[in-house]
């Protein structure tokens, strides 16, 4: 029994000797599982990683057997979505997990976001870490985008009606290249046939390629841990990290806690839950694309409506109040602020551009430029977070006080963008507006006032 | 940190709450609430009968097939073909309308919406208030109108069913649970709640009002059904796929204790 | 490995009943998860399975055979096939007999076809002249053309009694479907289940009957 036993181990050996000749397996085993090293005090905030990657392979997964019985034409899209629904054997299943995927698949990505946010995982030296997840989020929300059109019901129609005409604001170009985008002058068979190509294949492309670049980039400087320190600081006589363990087995093992906990909540939103009380598949969803007539109100899926209100927001007072704070900002700049003269002159004349731009500029090519501009803002966060220490265990007072209000700002603004607008609800999201720039604006001077703890020299962790 | 978490978590579940509460509530149209119990089959049962005696004439379901009708309600394939299909037809065969689409609309002016997934894209309490609230209206082309739904096109296609009820007056906000305890009468010249309206029933159908809206509670819950027949495997499925999980999470739990007594 | 042998605490510190607790999780959890994985295949299997759509166009079709001639053929679609309807002669009829030693299986032991039309004519004994057969060549799905004249024929043979050849790879089969010896095919051509309602045959539906 021994005897046999060590020779199937000799065989295998054998043979991931010849593979390892000929292709690094044992290698990147070893480089990337079996000896990456990560901090034992992962909480789990850490799961949202491996989640998200769980949810674009069950995406990929899902969406190619939906792509066997979906139509990508306006004549039939609507029906084989039902067909699919009704006839086909568990297409129900295979929808439904697709739909409340891609929902899930956001949910997982704004909180993997913000645990970086709050241990400080974008600061030096992970900055191209946070970049490239930043291209993913932005290549994520033209995915979804594009992916609703596809049902092909009223909300889809008039959702991208209204999403591509943002273009239109664009000067000189912006009509032309709207119905370039269309290809034609409406949401149209066309535009279905093209969203349709870059859904099921450019995007899950360039997606799954930047999820590489992500994880080749994170492996490149480790993994940070929620106590924002470098685990590599002490080590031991063999170059590994006194308080990090092996990837595998041990975050593997980890992992799959949040995975099996994760599917609990996703699938029992799948079997039990599959509409959301119409947040996750909307009701005017269910009826075929009619050109004709406008939904009662038209609002995307929940996780495009923080930027969706500021879209909304951008009215003549909104503009009327950032050019005030822009002027105040300057005023501050040269009576308090400690920086040189020369940035104090290139922040003026920026500044003097922008109130220019304000003062001529339309609300509905101001609100295409916010919108863009609240996405661009993760892109800058690495630079704009001046702290002396990455954890929020350790952060001073006020940035906690500012990230609380942002979170405020950014959960009222997409609620307000899945309603109706009034008069109230418009001055709200225009007040959370700009406390969502001020959140960006504001953090090289926050995040350098203020106390801040002392930050250990080895990561908290107590065994249990 | 714990007081951030708990702020987050409560910040997420708050606004996840309030939206959904929100989308769920309409637009704001006061419509009566329908007690459906999708595992009635004799209730569903009964709107099928309904849906195809009186709605399928004029309306499609274009989406729904006889077959799977009447696999998912426990319909005999005898009767199913004897009662509720066309002789020219399949068994496995969609229910289209027999009425072509352009005399619909030459005799409505609209033609009438397809049914197949009416209940998602209303609400089953919509679906329920509105076929109760046809009243006659001679100033409607018709000669019917409905409270719920001014000026619809369609005219009452059950008043053989309900009777003829004429509307008496519309019920303010804080009066409406006082007179809801009429909704169950059954006399004639009594009056009736439904949505925001009180009717009276001038002259008598087959049915008693009590009768009527329990057909119309069939009706909604057969409506309800159609617009997603996998509801009824759905949640069956889901209760072992989330037992079996909370298994496989318990095994998680025990598997990464006992790896992680390596790490101190 | 025998695990008496080993001393109770192993190199990397573990004892042999952590080691064993160890194991039986992996085993426990791999497991479980293997199930699930499983039965998570399923419905993404299944989903690629004919629909109801499909299902429905497969279903039973009717043909009303009261005005096929004697000799007539025609072919009616079921499944997206061509199933041949074929009122035999009586010199038809006879020379399915003179041929059968040319034949790989006369008796239809190997072929596809219901009971009730597991014989010589290969044809419900109700009816035996009626041939209802899938005209759907056993060897690469072709289509064969019919040779309904008896005698010599340039594709079938001098001693052809007349049959079905088909173009793409040269297989012959005789006026039951029956296949030659020594062609591609090697099986004859299949019967799909049928019955009889006065003068309409239902093809694909036989209600489960066995003569």
């Known amino acids: 029994m021994a005897i046999h036993r060590h020779d199937n181990h000799k065989s295998a050996n054998a043979v991931m000797e010849w593979v390892d000749k000929r292709f690094p397996a044992t290698k990147v085993w070893n480089e990337h599982l079996a000896e990456y090293m990560a901090a034992k005090n992962f909480n789990f905030w850490y799961f949202f990683g491996s989640l998200a990657i769980l949810m674009l392979v069950l995406q990929l997964a899902t969406g190619i057997f939906l792509t066997m019985h979906y139509k990508p034409d306006a004549e039939l899209a609507f029906a084989s979505v039902e067909y699919i629904m009704r006839d086909v054997p568990f297409g129900w299943l295979v929808r439904y997990l697709h739909s409340t995927g891609a929902s899930m698949f956001f949910v997982v990505v704004y909180l993997h976001m913000f645990r970086g946010v709050i241990y400080g995982s974008h600061r030096e030296p992970r900055e191209l870490v946070w970049l490239i997840g930043c291209v993913i989020f932005v290549a994520l929300m033209a995915e979804a985008f594009m992916g609703y059109l596809l049902p092909w019901g009223n909300m889809s129609y008039w959702g991208a009606q209204v999403i591509l005409s943002l273009f239109d604001v664009i000067p000189y170009v912006g009509p032309a290249l709207t119905e370039w985008i269309r290809g034609d002058f409406v949401i149209s068979d066309a535009t279905l046939n093209r969203f349709f190509a870059f859904h099921v294949i450019l995007l899950p492309l360039i997606l799954v390629a930047l999820v590489f670049l992500h994880l080749v980039a994170l492996h490149q400087v480790g993994s940070n841990n929620p106590d924002g320190i470098e685990i590599y600081d002490h080590v031991d006589e063999d170059g590994k990290p006194l308080d990090g363990i092996a990837f595998f087995p041990y975050i593997v093992v980890k992992d799959l806690i949040g995975v099996a906990g994760f599917l609990i909540i996703y699938l029992g939103n799948v079997f039990f839950w599959p509409d959301g009380g119409g947040v996750l598949l909307e009701k005017d969803n269910f009826a075929p694309a009619n050109s004709l007539q406008t939904p009662p109100d038209i609002v995307p899926l929940w996780y495009f409506t923080p930027f969706y209100s500021i879209l909304r927001a951008s009215t003549t007072s909104l503009l009327f109040a950032l050019e005030i704070i822009t002027g105040l900002i300057v005023l501050w700049l040269w009576i308090r602020a400690k920086v040189s003269i020369k940035a104090k002159i290139g922040f003026t004349l920026l500044a003097i551009g922008v109130f220019l731009g304000l003062l001529f500029g339309s609300g509905k090519a101001w609100g295409v430029i916010l919108m863009a501009a609240a996405i661009v803002c993760f892109f800058l966060l690495p630079w704009l977070d001046r702290s002396p220490v990455y954890s929020i265990r350790y952060r001073s007072l006020p940035f906690k006080i500012a990230l609380v209000l942002f979170l405020a700002a950014f959960f009222i603004l997409g609620y307000l963008g899945m309603n109706s607008p009034t008069p109230g609800r418009t001055l709200l999201a225009q007040i959370c507006t700009v406390a969502y720039f001020a959140f960006f604006a504001l953090m090289p001077w926050f995040t350098s006032i203020g106390k801040t703890k002392p930050e250990p020299s080895r990561v908290v962790y107590e065994a249990h | ?264 | ?211």
């Not at chain 2, 005219?155 to 809801?180: C, F, N, R, T």
């Open chain 2, 1 to 264: 940190m714990k007081k951030l978490s708990l702020l987050v978590v409560a910040l997420v579940s708050a606004a996840v709450i309030g939206s959904s509460a929100f989308a769920a509530g309409g637009h704001g149209a006061v419509v009566d609430q329908v007690h459906m119990n999708m595992s009635d089959k004799a209730s569903l049962q009964n709107g099928a009968k309904i849906f195809v005696n009186y709605c399928l004439s004029c309306h499609s379901a274009q989406y729904s097939r006889y077959n799977r009708v009447a696999k998912d309600l426990d319909i005999p394939l005898w009767q199913l073909k004897e009662n509720l299909m066309f002789t020219t037809e399949k068994e496995g065969d969609l229910m289209k309308t027999t009425m072509p689409a352009e005399n619909a609309k030459a005799w409505f002016g609209v033609a009438p919406p397809d049914l197949s997934l009416v209940a998602r894209v209303r609400s089953p309490d919509w679906i329920y208030t509105y076929l109760r609230a046809f009243y006659i209206d001679e100033s409607s082309p018709s000669g019917w109108n409905n409270s719920l739904f001014e000026n619809v096109a369609m005219p009452h296609a059950m008043y053989e069913l309900q009777g003829v009820q004429k509307i008496v007056g519309k019920v303010d906000a804080d009066s409406h649970g006082a007179i809801d305890a009429h909704a169950s009468s059954d006399a004639v010249g009594d009056h009736k709640v439904v949505g925001d309206t009180i009717f009276e029933l001038s002259h008598p159908g087959k049915l008693t009002p009590v009768e009527f809206d329990k057909s119309m509670t069939d009706l909604t819950t057969f409506l309800s059904y159609m617009a997603e027949p996998a509801q009824l495997q759905r949640k069956t499925i889901g209760v072992y796929t989330i037992a079996f999980l909370i298994i496989l999470l318990i095994l998680c739990i025990l598997l990464k204790k006992e790896y992680w007594r390596d790490v101190h």
């Open chain 3, 1 to 211: 490995m025998a695990d008496n042998n080993v001393s109770d605490v192993n190199a990397d510190g573990m004892s042999v009943e952590d080691r064993k607790r160890r194991r039986f999780l992996t085993g426990m959890t791999a497991g479980f998860g293997a199930i699930g994985a499983g039965v998570a295949v399923v419905p993404f299997v299944m989903s690629m399975a004919p629909s109801e759509r499909a299902k429905n166009a497969g279903a039973p079709v009717q043909f009303d055979f009261s005005k096929l001639q004697e000799g007539q053929m025609v072919k009616v679609e079921w499944r997206g096939k061509p199933v041949v309807l074929l009122q035999r002669t009586s010199e038809m009829m006879a020379g399915l007999e003179q041929i059968e030693g040319n034949l790989a299986d006369a008796g239809s032991a190997s072929s596809s076809q219901p009971v009730y039309a597991q014989n010589n004519k290969r044809s419900d004994a109700a009816r035996p002249e009626l041939l209802v057969m899938e005209g759907v060549c056993t060897h690469l799905g072709c289509s064969p053309v019919e040779k309904l004249a008896l005698g010599p024929d340039p594709e079938m043979g001098d001693d052809s009694q007349g049959g079905f050849f088909c173009p793409c790879h040269g297989s012959k089969f005789d006026l039951a479907g029956r296949v030659y010896k020594n062609v591609p095919a090697t099986t004859n051509m299949a019967i799909p289940p049928y019955r009889f309602e006065g003068l309409v045959i239902h093809i694909g539906d036989d209600e489960g009957r066995i003569t």
